[in-house]
């Protein structure tokens, strides 16, 4: 028997979806291991081993595709732990990070401050060179000045240089240059090229973003020999993807190279896993939440595609490879509740992880979390959480609520878990109505694909506050990334920068380019063996009126591109800038800025099996009865609980009710209903049906 593996490494925990020949998923749960994350990866490995009563090496050599979504990168940024990194830069553009784009970049926020930079001052060198934005050469490269720099460097052990020349999009020659010399001199240490990493305009976001590829690229470099070295060892032949922040995969050696592209890799397989479980019932439209142990993700599809931004910030620095708009925040399981000063309570964005963990864990956590909170109002059960595994602690829990909540607040323990849950709930809708109401879409008229160890207790009064019309929560929805990484396509995206007004702009050029991109498009998914028929291209341009500074990106038909016919992409750029902004000026002269280029590799995905319809009764999965606060009422009442790994297709549940299962537990309010679909998902909608709509 052959295997398929998804793997998402969180902040709390490491999700597992390991899928057979025939489709059977199993899931499974280790914990995160910060110090070295593949160490609770191998620990996953070997209890899906033992389980199956088979040594470790015969069980990996087993599994034919690992597709693996890391936040090794985005630890790194968030905690400040990355590499030692320099940068290389134009003479006079030495304090470029600093000065960022020159705007207030928090329009209402008097106290904002920007992050420091990845790379202090005294690693920040510059080269005497200039190029123009025609790209001619203007000063020619002074090769002692990257000597110099190099050597510089090297006395303060860089393990990273990141080298960022202006204008370099319009020619890489010095950058290129200046590269090979670096290489020469400090050959052991990572190299990221603006020019390679990101070729176009906008001086300061293309620096920022190499920068960071610089900074986590040693990490994921050695993460990821690590990761292949054991795998060697224990003889695993298969192929290992990693998941990219643009919501497709690609190799490891492309991962190293261009490790900035990881930096959203886990949260990325999201939007991927919502489309696979919203398609049953029709729609190509969904809002998807994941909310785990640490964090809460949510992201907005429409037409069966995730929105792309390539002006993405992670703690604050400027990310502007395209990646899946993905809003995050600190809200999950082990999110700390506080009192601030002015009296008010607060739920995060403090985490408390997988070490120690929410006070009820027994492990040395001290401080209240929403798990606490959960475990209060009856959601969780003791006795089984993660199927058992572990036990929770009541008295442990009412104890860090009573401390640090309760008594601040002169509250009973139960009314302040009530006041955590709601806090908690309400970070999570104002997270959803930032992808949704601030891009111009109704959040009630998209259904909820709900994910994440904690999501689905939370997702029906974050629902109902939205308006939404109905939450699908997929059987595997505790590892859902884990899941949605193992039906994503090999992707990667190419930029050219032409700053042009339409009415200027020279056809030769603007083929060349697309030619350019889709030669190397097909050179690098051909180099990952992915045969020509399975190749996919689509381009697509950033347009805006001429004298803007932001512009939108719109598809281009291949059509428009042989013909040179942008009157179609013109209108559809009108169309879009009016939803985003709510205005347009039709006939209003446009620019073009870039050209885009979205290179897909069709994989072989796997097959879900469809099960047989059951009748609606579910008292065969009915476990018994537990006081469960309800939000409707504002009180506790007896509910009934039911096991959720025993519920299948046809069988409905009322609430108000429990649905558990090893590695989640839905919570179903008075005023919702839930039957079971095709693929096993728990579908909730209102009682009222007037309220699906």
């Known amino acids: 028997m052959t295997f398929r593996l998804g793997i998402d490494v969180g902040g709390t925990f490491t999700d597992f979806l390991l899928l057979d020949g025939d489709g059977t998923a199993a899931l499974y749960k280790t914990s995160t291991t910060p110090e070295d994350p593949a160490t609770g990866l191998m620990n996953g490995l070997v209890e899906m081993a033992a389980e199956r009563n088979v040594v470790l090496a015969d069980f990996v050599r087993a599994i034919d595709v690992i597709v693996h979504g890391t936040t090794v990168a985005t630890n790194a940024v968030l905690t400040g732990s990355g590499a030692a990194t320099a940068l290389l830069t134009t003479e006079g553009f030495r304090d470029a990070l600093e000065m960022r784009r020159g705007i207030r970049e928090a329009q209402y926020d008097n106290h904002y401050t920007a992050p420091p930079p990845l790379v202090p001052r005294h690693r920040r060198l510059t080269a005497r060179e200039r190029i123009d934005y025609c790209g001619t050469a203007r000063t020619a490269l002074r090769t002692e000045d990257v000597l110099g720099a190099a050597a510089r460097f090297r006395e303060a052990g860089v393990e990273a240089v990141a080298v960022s020349f202006m204008h370099a999009y319009a020619n890489p020659a010095h950058e290129a240059e200046a590269a090979q010399l670096l290489r020469r001199e400090l050959p052991d240490v990572y190299l990221a090229v603006s020019s390679e990493v990101l070729p176009q305009i906008r001086f300061y976001d293309r620096t920022s973003t190499t920068v960071l590829n610089a900074y986590v690229g040693p990490l994921i470099q050695?993460?990821?020999?690590?990761?292949?070295?054991?795998?060697?060892?224990?003889?695993?032949?298969?192929?290992?993807?990693?998941?990219?922040?643009?919501?497709?995969?690609?190799?490891?050696?492309?991962?190293?190279?261009?490790?900035?592209?990881?930096?959203?890799?886990?949260?990325?397989?999201?939007?991927?896993?919502?489309?696979?479980?919203?398609?049953?019932?029709?729609?190509?439209?969904?809002?998807?939440?994941?909310?785990?142990?640490?964090?809460?993700?949510?992201?907005?599809?429409?037409?069966?595609?995730?929105?792309?931004?390539?002006?993405?910030?992670?703690?604050?620095?400027?990310?502007?490879?395209?990646?899946?708009?993905?809003?995050?925040?600190?809200?999950?399981?082990?999110?700390?509740?506080?009192?601030?000063?002015?009296?008010?309570?607060?739920?995060?964005?403090?985490?408390?992880?997988?070490?120690?963990?929410?006070?009820?864990?027994?492990?040395?956590?001290?401080?209240?979390?929403?798990?606490?909170?959960?475990?209060?109002?009856?959601?969780?059960?003791?006795?089984?959480?993660?199927?058992?595994?572990?036990?929770?602690?009541?008295?442990?829990?009412?104890?860090?609520?009573?401390?640090?909540?309760?008594?601040?607040?002169?509250?009973?323990?139960?009314?302040?878990?009530?006041?955590?849950?709601?806090?908690?709930?309400?970070?999570?809708?104002?997270?959803?109505?930032?992808?949704?109401?601030?891009?111009?879409?109704?959040?009630?008229?998209?259904?909820?694909?709900?994910?994440?160890?904690?999501?689905?207790?939370?997702?029906?009064?974050?629902?109902?506050?939205?308006?939404?019309?109905?939450?699908?929560?997929?059987?595997?929805?505790?590892?859902?990334?884990?899941?949605?990484?193992?039906?994503?396509?090999?992707?990667?995206?190419?930029?050219?920068?032409y700053p042009t007004t339409l009415a200027t702009l020279d056809a030769h050029r603007f083929w060349a380019l697309c030619g350019q991109m889709r030669g190397e498009a097909c050179a690098t998914l051909s180099a990952e063996a992915v045969a020509p028929e399975r190749q996919r291209l689509a381009f697509s341009v950033d347009l805006r009126s001429q004298g803007q500074f932001h512009e939108v990106n719109v598809p281009l038909a291949e059509a428009e591109i042989e013909t040179l016919d942008l009157e179609a992409a013109a209108a559809r750029f009108h169309a879009e800038h009016d939803r985003l902004y709510g205005y347009s000026v039709p006939g209003a002269p446009l620019e073009l800025v870039a050209v885009r280029l979205a290179a897909v590799g069709i994989t072989n995905k796997p097959r879900l099996p469809s099960l047989q319809r059951r009748p609606p009764n579910s008292d065969h999965a009915a476990r018994g009865r537990r006081p469960v606060y309800l939000p409707g009422t504002q009180r506790f009442e007896e509910v009934p609980v039911y096991d959720g790994d025993r519920l299948s297709f046809g069988n409905r549940v009322s609430g108000p009710a429990i649905i558990e299962q090893v590695t989640t537990t839905v919570f179903v309010p008075k005023e919702y209903e839930v039957e079971c679909d095709v693929l096993g998902s728990f579908v909730m909608v209102p009682k009222d049906p007037a309220a699906r709509c």
């Open 222 to 497: 050695r993460y990821l020999e690590s990761l292949t070295g054991r795998l060697d060892k224990l003889g695993f032949r298969g192929v290992l993807l990693i998941m990219q922040s643009n919501g497709g995969v690609t190799s490891p050696e492309v991962a190293t190279r261009l490790a900035a592209s990881t930096l959203l890799s886990g949260p990325a397989a999201g939007p991927v896993a919502g489309l696979m479980f919203v398609e049953p019932h029709g729609s190509s439209d969904c809002i998807t939440i994941d909310m785990g142990g640490t964090s809460f993700d949510t992201a907005l599809i429409v037409d069966r595609a995730p929105r792309m931004v390539t002006d993405g910030r992670i703690k604050g620095h400027l990310l502007a490879l395209p990646s899946l708009d993905i809003h995050t925040i600190g809200a999950g399981g082990g999110s700390i509740g506080w009192v601030d000063a002015g009296g008010f309570l607060r739920m995060g964005p403090q985490s408390a992880g997988a070490v120690p963990g929410p006070a009820c864990y027994g492990r040395g956590g001290e401080r209240p979390t929403s798990t606490d909170a959960d475990l209060i109002l009856g959601y969780l059960a003791p006795d089984y959480f993660l199927g058992g595994k572990l036990r929770l602690d009541p008295d442990q829990a009412k104890t860090a609520i009573e401390r640090y909540v309760a008594q601040p607040l002169g509250l009973s323990v139960e009314e302040a878990a009530v006041g955590m849950f709601t806090v908690l709930n309400n970070n999570m809708v104002n997270g959803i109505r930032e992808i949704s109401v601030q891009r111009g879409y109704d959040p009630r008229e998209f259904p909820l694909v709900v994910a994440g160890g904690a999501g689905p207790i939370h997702s029906a009064v974050i629902a109902s506050e939205l308006g939404s019309p109905a939450l699908i929560i997929p059987r595997a929805s505790s590892v859902f990334c884990a899941a949605g990484m193992l039906f994503s396509d090999i992707k990667h995206d190419f930029v050219r920068a």
